[in-house]
């Protein structure tokens, strides 16, 4: 059996003739010593042929063909010249690096791969000593050429990369859940610093956003007075609460407190304030993504519950490929391993217990919820993985049919089947894309129609002041110019012009001849 190794390098495709195979398979701990020393593997190992890339283009094309498990044509026409074929006195076995690569070669070009036994070593050699076993190659032009593709490849897969909306919706979920946190923790501080000064705000005012507004407002309690009630009550928007507050001010057993304290709960507050805002704002982006992302699962079960799923599975494919059980307990993984471990029940739900369904179920139905609830996000995830045009209509169907359930278990009612709420989706959906067509048709026609409007104003006005320009050249009045005919403006002006020309060539004649 014949051994041939197939190397992938950012200057081209090495095809590798191997001595002896048999005997390296037994012997590979002495292949291992021998790779560091070029004159014995070049004993062992030896370039059959070489392909270049001809341009950076073209590699970069290799390279994702490869990585996608894929043959390249520069790949099938090298080795349809270069290596030799299979005979049933001699086997070929081709040696290559990924076993998606070889299962390809062997379904295309019919030939024997392998990526296993002495082949990973035989290619580490050949990567250690590749600069010096091709001719006219050096190490230094090896790693530029190695730096370049490396560059291409990887701002090709940024770029291009299919998650990248996914990506938006992970990082903004993980930065919302940080600032729910944090809003918290800076809440209850400005709770228990303002609250030496003034402990009644606490129980007048219980929200933590609108307890820092109010510390940031009134400052010192003591320049709480009647004549500032009417901005308090602007600021808490409740004439009662803002009455009690003042109150309270004038009769309050906090301490007393330093300018320079104050100045620090005033800077400390009006963070949390901007906090708070930020957080609005974050919340308000991630429902515009999850809008344009997954519509239909974001109508389903929420904003921030479907950014978890999505994040937690790692992107919208993902998610879309899992099945009801596994989105059912995804969140849980570590109450999933202790039961198993402890043989004890199982997990009934992970992250869809934030949800308002589970919320509202009996405990002896939440289980049967949550399971009904992660059957509907599977099919919601995948009709927005995979749907061309997206829209909420499937979401607001499966949302009705989880009411419908709740309201089976609860009183009893038989809800619609699946296969009626789906067709009747489906129409509706259908509908609106007509709609959507003849909208986005009238506005091309809206567009164009406006645009020729535009083409044609703008030439009329340019023929007006061709013509006053040419009424100015003529001498003529403004008033009397408005009604001349351009045309014959402009043969009256190349007539004179001619006849101008015209007298000055008698006028030399006749100096000629006079001087003759």
């Keep these: 059996m014949a051994l041939y190794v197939l190397y992938e390098h950012a200057a081209g495709y090495g095809l590798f003739s191997v001595k002896e195979f ?15 020393d070029l004159s014995r593997f070049n004993a062992i190992v030896k370039l059959v042929g070489f392909h270049p890339f001809k341009t950076a283009v073209a590699a970069l094309n290799n390279v994702n063909a490869i990585s996608e498990g894929l043959v390249p044509d520069d790949l099938s026409g090298f080795l349809d010249t270069t290596l030799p074929k299979s005979s049933k006195k001699k086997q070929v076995t081709l040696g290559v690096s990924d076993a998606k690569l070889g299962a390809a070669i062997a379904e295309a070009l019919e030939v024997q791969c392998s990526h296993i036994g002495a082949v990973p070593e035989i290619l580490r050699g050949i990567r250690f000593h590749f600069a010096g076993m091709v001719k006219g190659f050096t190490d230094q032009s090896a790693a530029v050429a190695q730096l370049g593709l490396g560059h291409s490849y990887s701002r090709c897969k940024v770029k291009f990369n299919v998650h ?37 705000l606490v129980k007048i005012v219980p929200d933590n956003y609108m307890f820092a507004k109010v510390a940031h407002f009134i400052k010192d309690r003591k320049s709480l ?59 308000n982006y991630l429902h515009s993504k999850m809008n344009s992302v997954a519509p239909n699962l974001q109508a389903l079960i929420g904003d921030q519950v479907g950014a978890r799923l999505i994040s937690k599975a790692g992107s919208l494919t993902n998610l879309a490929k899992f099945p009801a059980s596994t989105v059912q307990i995804l969140g849980a993984e570590k109450a999933l391993f202790r039961a198993l471990k402890t043989k004890s029940n199982t997990p009934k739900y992970g992250l869809l217990f934030n949800s308002s369904f589970i919320g509202r179920a009996n405990a002896k139905n939440k289980g049967r919820i949550s399971r009904f609830l992660a059957n509907k996000c599977t099919i919601a995830s995948r009709i927005d993985c995979f749907a061309e045009t997206p829209s909420t209509v499937f979401g607001e169907a499966l949302k009705g049919q989880v009411e419908e ?34 909208k986005k048709k009238r506005k091309a026609e809206e567009t164009n129609g406006n645009g020729e409007a535009a083409l044609n104003g703008s030439a009329k006005k340019k023929k007006k002041k061709a013509a006053a320009a040419l009424d100015d050249t003529n001498g003529g009045d403004a008033e009397e110019s408005m009604q001349v005919d351009t045309s014959a403006v402009l043969d009256d002006s190349v007539n004179v012009t001619n006849g101008e020309k015209k007298k000055k060539k008698k006028n030399k004649n006749r100096q000629s001849a006079v001087e003759a």
């Design 225 to 283: 007075t009647d004549d500032r009630l009417e901005e308090l009550e602007e600021l808490m928007m409740d004439s009662e609460k803002a009455k009690a507050v003042l109150d309270a001010g004038k009769m309050s057993m906090g301490m007393d407190i330093s300018v320079v304290d104050l100045i620090n709960i005033e800077m400390f507050a009006k963070r949390v304030i901007k906090l708070s805002d930020y957080r609005q704002q974050l919340a």
């Design 22 to 36: 048999e005997e390296i398979g037994m012997l590979l701990p002495q292949v291992e010593a021998s790779i560091l």
């Design 405 to 438: 359930r709740l309201k089976f278990y609860e009183q009893g009612e038989t809800p619609r089947k699946n296969l009626d709420v789906m067709k009747e989706a489906i129409q509706l959906a259908s509908k609106q894309a007509e709609t959507g067509g003849k």
């Design 164 to 200: 990248r909306s996914d990506n938006m919706i992970i990082q903004s979920i993980a930065l919302l859940d940080q600032l729910d946190k944090d809003v918290n923790t800076f809440s209850m501080r400005i709770r228990e610093w303002y609250s030496y000064h003034f402990p009644e």
